[in-house]
C-alpha cells in the first residue's frame, strides 16, 4: 500500500472542483479553462491582456488565444485606450462570472459537509499555513 500525500487530495479535490464546476459553467457556454480568466476579469474590470496574463501566471501566447475567444463568444470585451487594451466583461460574461464566482462557494458547501464549523476554520487555517510557501503571482490572492 501506498502512503497518501497532500498532493494526492490536492489532485482529487482539483479534479472533484473541476468536474463540479464545469457542469454549472456549461450554463453559459464556458468551460474550466476559461474560469480564472472570467473571474480575474470580473474582480478586476477594465484590467489590461498583461496584466492578466502576469497575475495569472501564463504564457502571453495561450492568454491571448483564450482573451480571444472570450472576445469572440460574447463574454468580454477588448477596446483599445490609448496605448493599452482594456478587458471588460459583457451582460453574458457577467452572468458567466456569477455563476464561476458562486461555483467556488458551492463547491466549499457540498464539499465540506462532512466537517463541524470549527473543523472547517482548521482546515481552511492549515491549508492557508501550507499555501504562504507558494510563490505570490503563483497564489493570485491580492
Known amino acids: ?12 479535490l482539483y479534479r472533484s472542483f473541476a468536474g463540479f464546476t464545469g457542469d454549472k459553467l456549461q ?24 496584466e492578466l496574463t502576469k497575475e495569472l501566471s501564463l504564457d502571453w501566447g495561450h492568454s491571448q488565444r483564450c482573451i ?9 470585451t477588448k477596446e483599445k485606450n490609448g496605448r493599452h487594451y482594456m478587458l471588460n ?4 460574461g457577467q452572468q458567466a462570472f456569477t455563476i464561476a464566482h458562486q461555483a ?29 510557501r507558494i510563490p505570490h503571482h503563483v497564489r493570485n490572492d491580492q
Do not use: H
Not at 466583461?89 to 453574458?92: A, F, H, I, N, Y
Not at 458547501?109 to 501550507?130: S, V
Open 89 to 92: 466583461l459583457t451582460e453574458r
Open 1 to 12: 500500500m501506498y502512503q497518501k500525500t497532500l498532493s494526492y487530495y490536492i489532485t482529487m
Open 68 to 76: 480571444n475567444r472570450l472576445v469572440d463568444d460574447g463574454l468580454i
Open 104 to 132: 467556488f462557494f458551492d463547491w466549499d458547501a457540498a464539499f465540506m459537509t462532512g466537517l463541524t464549523p470549527k473543523e472547517k476554520a482548521q482546515l481552511l487555517a492549515l491549508l492557508e499555513k501550507a499555501a504562504e
Open 27 to 50: 450554463e453559459v457556454g464556458l468551460n474550466f479553462g476559461l474560469l480564472f480568466f472570467i473571474v480575474y476579469i470580473g474582480k478586476r474590470p477594465n484590467c489590461t491582456p498583461s
